[in-house]
């Protein structure tokens, strides 16, 4: 490890004599030696404050982004935790890799494990990572807590996406029924809501009602039926949302 790095010093006060290279509080230094050791322990917390305050900003792509930590690590430390400003422009569009210190890219994954899907790293923002040994872990990312939309889409008639998140593709089934499929799966127990909406001037939107067909991990499927002659019609636009863990 390299020095002025406090991932190598001893919460044993007697273990940290020698414990930085480049710090010296060994028994019976000389007098010359403590004012060196002063500053060097000075550098390695200001270096640990410039980790943890969000004055370090990743450069790269957004899905392989990078920073320096100003330690020069030649391996993460397990347990390092970073809070980093991301880069103007760099939010991520898919799975995302960190590499600190120029070591190598490390994937990052939410808490519970999960690869990134997009959007949870937004340029300009600031981010929490945590390294458990073989990934960086981002914290309390909004996409994946329970109170966020896991999901949201709005589609054409005919399924042709004009926005979404987590939804890879829409299938037209039929007349009036439509499938939502995600890119990363949610949990089977997630809560889904569908409307289908007429362009004004079109059918009164009163007359249609929406109905969730099928709930599951990989796709939801909605149909959409007119009340006045109860059979299934396509809606002008589909708007779809769900939720859950």
């Keep these: ?6 991932q190598d010093w001893s919460t044993t006060a007697a273990s940290n004599g020698t ?4 710090i010296n509080w060994a028994e019976g230094q000389t007098r010359a030696s403590v004012n060196n050791s002063a500053r060097g322990m000075m ?3 200001a270096k640990v404050r410039n980790l943890t305050n969000g004055s370090i ?3 790269g792509t957004a899905n392989a982004q990078a920073f320096a930590s100003g330690v020069t690590y030649t391996s993460v430390p ?11 422009g760099l939010t991520n569009n898919g799975p995302m890799t960190l590499n600190m210190d120029g070591i190598g890219n490390v994937a990052v994954t939410t808490s519970d494990g999960a ?10 923002a600031y981010n929490r990572f ?3 040994g073989s990934n960086w872990v981002l914290e309390a990312s909004a ?5 966020a939309a896991k999901a949201w889409c709005f589609a054409s008639t005919t399924g042709i996406i004009a926005a979404s998140y987590n939804v890879s593709s829409v299938t037209d089934a039929g007349i009036g029924f439509i499938i939502f499929n995600f890119i990363a799966p949610l949990s089977a127990n997630h809560v889904a809501l569908a409307i289908g909406a007429f362009a004004p001037g079109g059918t009164a939107a009163s007359t249609l009602v929406t109905q969730i067909q099928s709930i599951t991990a990989n796709a939801d499927a909605v149909i959409a039926v007119n009340l006045s002659t109860f059979s299934q019609t396509d809606p002008t636009n589909w708007h779809f949302v769900a939720y859950g863990d």
């Excluded at 490890?1 to 406090?6: I, T």
């Excluded at 397990?78 to 103007?88: E, H, Q, R």
């Excluded at 690869?115 to 300009?124: D, F, K, P, S």
């Design 43 to 45: 550098a390695a917390i």
């Design 78 to 88: 397990t347990n390092l935790s970073v809070l980093l400003k991301i880069g103007a």
């Design 19 to 22: 414990a930085d290279s480049l």
């Design 130 to 132: 945590v390294y458990n």
């Design 143 to 147: 996409s994946r807590e329970k109170s």
């Design 57 to 59: 900003t990743t450069t």
């Design 115 to 124: 690869a990134l899907i997009g959007g949870e790293v937004r340029g300009a």
């Design 1 to 6: 490890m390299p020095g002025e790095n406090v």
